[in-house]
Nanobody
Framework: QVQLVESGGGLVQAGGSLRLSCAASGRTFSSYAMGWFRQAPGKEREFVAG????????YYADSVKGRFTISRDNAKNTVYLQMNSLKPEDTAVYYC????????????????WGQGTQVTVSS
């Protein structure tokens, strides 16, 4: 199991930007596909963005396409989520997650999770 720690959340006005980071422990970070998920109050956790082991492919939820960018630095054992043009509906706790062999990008495909970081977008 890989240990994950998110950082970079905070309060931002609509239209602003934030960059989330997720630092992973262990020497096998490059073996994991990584994902970002979010959970708003009263809602289910949902997929936001995903990236394959070497970063060759990325995937996004329709709601964030064109605004969010996922990237990774395997030398630093870190995955990032750059969030631009933030909207109040982006307010949620954001989680990073890791999977050795995901068959998809749902929550059930990921076995290792961070503790989450709060993102609040004010209107």
């Amino acid at each position: 199991q890989v240990q994950l720690v998110e950082s970079g959340g905070g309060l931002v006005q609509a239209g602003g930007s934030l960059r989330l980071s997720c630092a992973a422990s262990g020497r096998t970070f490059s073996s994991y596909a990584m994902g970002w998920f979010r959970q708003a109050p009263g809602k289910e956790r949902e997929f936001v963005a995903g990236i394959t082991r070497r970063g060759a492919s990325t995937y996004y939820a329709d709601s964030v396409k064109g605004r969010f960018t996922i990237s990774r630095d395997n030398a630093k054992n870190t995955v990032y989520l750059q969030m631009n043009s933030l909207k109040p509906e982006d307010t949620a706790v954001y989680y990073c997650a890791a999977s050795l062999r995901p068959e998809g990008w749902g929550t059930a495909d990921f076995g290792s999770w961070g503790q989450g970081t709060q993102v609040t977008v004010s209107s």
